[in-house]
Structure formats: structure tokens, C-alpha cells
């Protein structure tokens, strides 16, 4: 293969990849709260996160995606407890 042929596959390679991605990737544009669907059962720790945040909604909701991508297999309520466990510790280092 010549290296055009190499760089064309691999191209094609990462397109691919990247389609297959998106989905476990999408951050809702139309709210940046996270989806309805995936809020915490306990009101709670919605609140205790955004306050820690400053009310900062996009934040809260990268941090949830980011657990979420991490950790698929754990509840909702996990994923915002863990949030909040991560910044709480991280605070007060």
C-alpha cells in the first residue's frame, strides 16, 4: 500500500470511530441541564451539587457524563453522589 492509500484508511478508520462515538459523546444543546431522564431520584443532590458549582448547570452536567461514561452500570443517584464526593475532596485537599 502506498502511503496515500494508508492515510485515506486511516482516515476513513477515524470517521468511523467517531460516528459510533457520538452517541455516548452528546451533550444536549437545547438545555444544558442534564436530561430528564437521568436526574437523581433524591431532589437533594441536585441541589447540593449546583450549589457547589455556583449553579453552574453546563459543569454539572459534564461531570454527570463524564461519571456516566466511566461508570455505566451505576444509578443516577450514584453518579451525582460521586460527583459531589469528587468535589468535596477535591476542595478540601
Known amino acids: 500500500m502506498t ?3 494508508i492515510a485515506i484508511t486511516l482516515g ?3 470517521l468511523c470511530f467517531a460516528w459510533l462515538q457520538r452517541d455516548r459523546l452528546q451533550i444536549s444543546r437545547k ?5 430528564r431522564n437521568f436526574r437523581p431520584r433524591q ?3 441536585e441541589r ?3 450549589k457547589l458549582l455556583g449553579n453552574n448547570r453546563r459543569t454539572a452536567h459534564r461531570l454527570i457524563q463524564q461519571s456516566r461514561l466511566r461508570y455505566p ?8 453522589e460521586k460527583a459531589i464526593y469528587d468535589l ?6
Open 48 to 50: 447540593k451539587l449546583l
Open 31 to 35: 438545555n444544558n441541564s442534564p436530561s
Open 3 to 5: 502511503a496515500g492509500a
Open 12 to 14: 476513513i478508520c477515524l
Open 43 to 45: 431532589a437533594h443532590l
Open 88 to 93: 468535596e475532596r477535591d476542595r478540601w485537599r
Open 73 to 80: 452500570d451505576k444509578s443516577a443517584d450514584w453518579h451525582w
